[in-house]
């Protein structure tokens, strides 16, 4: 399962960047995709989950009302619209699948390399 996010790069304060990220070789379903975030010298964070059914959608605390997820889990493929962006959204984005196995009924889970965001001030 590979998993490729792009969309990063440069933006000044108050600017928009949309992230978008595809998954690829999955041969078990998708219940959950989002999106983590690490700064500079920080631990990773949880920026924002949208799982299959759609609803339930989760937004961490520094991004709410500013970011939105999108996505079709049954295509492997989600968004991340990011608005009014701030210097400290500045990282490395991870996005991530969480796959369960109906033989087993275990979760697995698979994280991109990431997509470097820079805000500037």
């Known amino acids: 399962v590979q998993l490729q996010a792009s969309g990063g790069g440069t933006a000044q304060a108050g600017g928009s960047l949309r992230l978008s990220c595809v998954v690829g070789g999955s041969t078990t379903p998708i219940t959950t995709m989002g999106w983590s975030r690490q700064a500079p010298g920080k631990q990773r964070e949880l920026v924002a989950t949208?799982?299959?059914?759609?609803?339930?959608?989760q937004y961490g605390d520094p991004v709410k009302g500013r970011f939105t997820i999108t996505g079709d889990l049954s295509k492997g493929t989600i968004y991340l619209e990011m608005k009014s962006l701030k210097p400290e959204d500045t990282g490395v984005y991870y996005c991530?699948?969480?796959?369960?196995?109906?033989?087993?009924?275990?979760?697995?889970?698979?994280w991109g390399q990431g997509t470097l965001v820079t805000v500037s001030s």
């Open positions: 991530y699948s969480i796959q369960n196995d109906p033989r087993t009924g275990y979760d697995s889970d698979y």
């Open positions: 949208l799982p299959s059914r759609g609803h339930g959608t």
